[in-house]
């Protein structure tokens, strides 16, 4: 800018000092740029505007104003040429002294050369000016080029996400209260020892006064006219000196020794404090353990609870499912099938609830509850669901289990929530699942001593609430057990569980009912599909005994293996397949028997098949096979008992020759000397059997019409209810029995 101000300052004077050179400027106007295709911006008279440039000497000093002036004439060419529509705006305006633009105008004569270096010198600027911008754009293009190539920032969650965030606040948390617990009480303070003090404070007269800071640590005050540090080379360390001691009489002793030596009077000696000083940091950094660990307890106990609120005050809330009409309960009493029965008694405690009035005014009371008993699989819990999806009245559904926990009183307290959510929703059902977990006779568990039993405890609370609300709240409690003999008499009894409700397994009807429930969402082949009832009648007599949960695998067991094999639909060898899946275990390839050992098996299953054909009483046979399966058995006939509940003497004993058929079998073909380890389940049932008609069933004439109790003794913990001499009766005749 200063160049440009002494060019410029130069042409004034050349101007100036020739008048035709002034007018001739006037009209001047540089020549067009053939590169930018622009018109350069007229060049004013600086010595013509307004009178203002005057001329002070000859040698080209000029006014400071004109200079100026001058200079922004300049900028605003540069200016003009920066911005092509400005300068093309300006050219475009017409003006008094560019009047003759198309005109050639002509350049003084003795001037030729100085316009032209003039304008070389102009025209180089411009270029230099226009390659710098060009420059400048590139590299901002390829700033903005990078920028937009650069890796996205990782997401929320990871490396910055708010686990380390808090793991950092940890981290820095730990770090301050070190720092805190460290400098607290020696901040801006020095440690010196004892030899440190006398040498560069005592023995100089420097110490004002001495402050024992709670018997182990003495605190230095030094004269405010002090001038003298210990180390006087050194820096100087602003602040109060400490130092340690081992105990106070002993410092109190050295300090009255060097005195002495020092030669210091009593009356001048250095007065001693005593202070008690207690750290707030530490105070709190030695509580943090013990909040750090109820923190922790508490985290963790709302964690146990499933993250539901109240945390570790919830443990006394009731864990019961709310089920109401809205709720989507697929199971209904359509779905139920094999207890016809027990679906009318339970279909009858929705009918008391829904319209109760239709039996109240005939003077009827709705029963309190039932309880669902039975052996595993039957369909209680089925049934407590088909009742929740078909009744029109909130369904609380709990487990015994539920009740009992590690904390005293929790069972308690959930068993009075429980009721008091079913008072709020009346008229309700209650259901409670396996409740032989909290309803064990209570005379059973007094033989273990004194103490506080927890789930005596919970009992004596559900006896209490089943028992105390009025029967007009419409509240009906079910119940499911598979051990109806264990539970309480008292929750038994009338008012309490006014219906015992037995599912026992189905028989041939119930089983065809139940396998068409199963059958339906199954995809059969086509000749099975012509006749679905036909279908289930046949499993039906296929599987006796089985339960509505055996029934249930079965037909999934048959769609499993369908798929298996890659089949379309679900065939007849697919269901023969799964019956014995379940009936005796999967069918073990990798167990190779031996050509002696198969030999022996199809022997012993032949002499089971022989009895079976030729036997009065004894069930048909329908199949034999000497496949190993199942956990250790070689072989396996499979029979077809029907639906029999009574058993006569000649029936047992042929059932007792059955069994014994494959070991009479083995000894007949190869010799009593080798038979063999595959008999040991039949004579574990036969001596089972034998041992239950003479104990029990009074089918022996030695023993007499007596029952020592079988299994149900042996369940409820009896001792041997007979003397030595009818236990050698009982052995003699089981063993008579047998052989």
């Known amino acids: 800018m200063l160049s440009r101000s002494i060019r410029v300052a130069r042409l004034s004077a ?34 013509a505007s307004k009178g203002k440039g005057k001329v002070e000497d000859s040698q ?10 001058n200079s922004s004439t300049l900028n605003a060419k540069e200016t003009d040429s920066h911005n092509p529509a400005s300068s093309a705006s300006k050219d475009s305006t017409p003006s008094p002294d560019n009047s003759s633009e198309k005109d050639k105008v002509e350049i003084p004569k003795g001037l030729e050369g100085f316009f032209r270096q003039y304008h070389n010198e102009i025209m180089q600027e411009k270029d230099k000016l226009r390659n710098s911008q060009s420059d400048q754009s590139k590299k901002t293009d390829s700033d903005e080029h990078k920028q937009d190539n650069k890796t996205p920032p990782p997401p929320p969650g990871g490396n910055n996400g708010p686990g380390s965030n808090t793991i950092m606040m940890w981290i820095g948390g730990l770090i301050a209260a070190h720092y805190l617990l460290n400098s607290s009480g020696v901040s801006g303070s020095r440690e010196i020892t004892w030899q440190e003090f006398r040498t560069a404070f005592l023995d100089k007269g420097l110490v004002d006064k001495l402050i024992v800071v709670n018997g182990h640590k003495v605190r230095v005050k030094l004269h405010s006219n002090a001038t003298g540090t210990m180390y006087p080379s050194g820096v100087n360390i602003s602040g109060d000196y400490y130092f340690s001691i081992g105990s106070m009489e002993a410092f109190e002793r050295k300090l009255d020794e060097a005195q002495q030596e020092l030669g210091i009077p009593s009356h001048e000696r250095i007065p001693v404090a005593y202070h008690d000083e207690v750290s707030t940091i530490r105070m709190i950094l030695e509580f943090a353990p013990t909040i750090a660990t109820i923190g ?89 669901k088909a009742t929740a999806g078909e009744a029109s009245v909130p369904f609380l559904s709990v ?53 506080n039993d927890e789930r005596e405890s919970t009992l004596n609370q559900l006896l209490v609430e089943m028992d105390g609300f009025s029967s007009q709240e419409h509240i009906v409690v079910l119940a499911g057990t598979n051990r109806p003999d264990v539970l309480d008499p008292a929750l038994l009894r ?19 009912g139940i396998f068409h429930v199963h059958l339906a969402p199954l995809k059969l082949s086509e000749d099975l599909a012509k006749d679905v009832d036909a279908l289930a009648h046949k499993l039906a007599v296929l599987t006796p005994g089985f339960s509505g949960a055996d029934v249930a695998n079965v037909c999934n067991e048959a769609a499993l293996r369908a798929a298996r094999r890659g089949a379309e639909s679900v065939a007849n060898i697919d269901f023969d397949t799964a019956i014995e899946r379940v009936i005796v275990g999967l069918e073990k ?44 058995a070689l072989g396996y006939a499979q029979y077809l008992p029907p639906d029999r509940y009574l058993l006569s003497t000649p029936q047992m004993a042929d059932r007792i020759c059955m069994t014994l058929g494959g070991r009479v079998s083995e000894e007949i073909f190869f010799g009593v000397e080798n038979i063999t380890t595959g008999a040991q389940d039949d004579l574990q049932k036969i001596t089972r059997m034998a041992f239950e008609a003479c104990a029990n069933y009074g089918m022996n004439d ?30 003699f005749e089981v063993r008579k029995m047998i052989t």
């Open 296 to 384: 922790f307890l508490y985290w963790l106990s709302r964690r146990s609870s499933g993250g539901g609120g109240g945390g570790i005050f919830s443990f006394g809330k009731s864990r019961a499912k709310l089920f109401d009409k809205d709720a989507q309960v697929k199971v209904k009493f359509k779905d139920v099938a094999g207890m016809d029965e027990a679906k009318e008694e339970v279909m009858e405690f929705v009918k008391f609830l829904k319209e109760p009035a239709k039996y109240e005014k005939l003077g009827a009371k709705i029963p309190r509850g039932a309880i669902l008993s039975g052996p595993p699989g039957t369909g209680k819990t089925l049934l407590a």
């Open 14 to 47: 050349i101007l100036s000092n020739r008048t035709v050179a002034r007018q001739s400027l006037r009209s001047y106007r540089a020549p067009t740029d053939k590169r930018n295709d622009r018109k350069a911006t007229p060049n004013k008279d600086p010595v």
């Open 399 to 451: 487990s015994g289990s539920e009740f009992v926990e590690m904390f005293v009183g929790v069972g308690s307290s959930r068993v009075r929530d429980l009721f008091a959510s079913a008072r709020k929703s009346a008229p309700c059902i209650i259901f409670v699942d396996e409740i032989d977990a909290i309803g064990k006779s209570r005379a059973q568990g007094g033989k273990f001593g004194g103490g």
């Open 589 to 632: 390839k990798s167990k190779v028997l031996s050509p002696e050992e198969k030999k022996t098996v199809s022997y012993h299953e032949a002499g089971h098949a022989v009895c079976g054909w030729f036997l009065e009483h004894a069930d048909p046979i329908l199949k034999v096979s000497i496949i190993p399966r199942g956990a250790g």
């Open 702 to 731: 030695v023993i007499g019409p007596v029952s020592y109790g079988g299994d149900r003794g042996a369940r409820e913990g009896w001792t041997k209810p007979f003397s030595e001499k009818t236990a050698e009766m009982l052995d």
């Open 494 to 512: 009338p008012g309490r569980f006014d219906r015992h409700i037995t599912i026992d397994r189905p028989d041939v009807s119930g089983r065809k």
């Open 60 to 69: 080209g000093k000029v006014n400071s104003a004109e200079n100026e002036k």
